[in-house]
């Protein structure tokens, strides 16, 4: 009855072991190839731009779906969790982490920020750059798009003009906002980094992209903005 009770029929079934050959294919692996055009699941990526950001290596234009209040709502959201830190609420690059000593923050009001493509940003997101790490873990796709709308009402708000908004809305001036609040004068002003401040990109040079299969490639339209729009 103690013995019965040992069997191991499962343990000794005829099984591939991962990495050892195998007298059975002909060719003696074990592990067998791939069927061609094999997709693994959730790897498709057929809508190249969704999951890059680039149209043929080059940062691409448009938003890869329609952008709804919804979409600004989770971009807000994301934003407010991932981008804060380093780049701040309103995207002026005063994250308390750089205020606190980590490397400058790209401010996205800059005039060459505001001249990027969206691909630019979406790149940026998922891949890194300079100080920045990636986000491609933390942020699912679909997010980081959303991040890239939000990104552009970011730019938009700090200069719009009551053409920009819905009727019977209201356009009114950071100042305008500060001083009601009771904030200090200072409070709307620029911000500006120390003299001895190391940019990742100086407003007057092309955007580099980061490495994309161990090669620097640059932006489709490098971009020459001097002079950054004031808010």
Request: hydrophobic fraction near 40%.
């Amino acid at each position: 009855m103690f013995l019965a009770g040992c069997r191991q029929d499962m343990h000794d079934q005829p099984k591939f072991y991962p990495q050892r050959g195998s007298s059975f294919y002909a060719d003696g692996r074990s592990v067998r190839p791939q069927v061609e055009n094999t997709v693994g699941r959730s790897q498709l990526h057929e809508d190249s731009y969704f999951y890059t950001g680039l149209i043929d290596g080059k940062e691409g234009t448009a938003m890869p779906f329609p952008v709804t209040i919804l979409v600004l709502a989770k971009g807000q959201e994301r934003y407010n969790v991932y981008c804060t830190p380093c780049h701040s609420r309103v995207g002026n690059g005063a994250g308390m982490i750089v205020q606190r000593g980590y490397a400058p923050a790209g401010n996205l009001h800059s005039a060459r920020l505001e001249a990027a493509p969206l691909g630019h940003f979406f790149t940026v997101v998922s891949n890194g750059y300079g100080a920045m790490p990636d986000y491609s873990s933390q942020i699912s796709t679909a997010d980081r798009w959303a991040i890239v709308a939000y990104i552009k009402a970011l730019q938009l708000s700090q200069k719009a003009t009551q053409a920009d908004v819905a009727a019977g809305s209201h356009v009114e001036a950071l100042p305008s906002i500060a001083e009601r609040e009771g904030l200090p004068a200072t409070f709307a002003d620029e911000w500006t980094l120390p003299a001895t401040a190391v940019h990742g990109t100086p407003d007057e040079q092309p955007f580099v992209l980061p490495v994309q299969g161990g090669a620097m490639m640059k932006s489709a339209t490098p971009v020459t903005m001097t002079a950054p729009v004031a808010k």
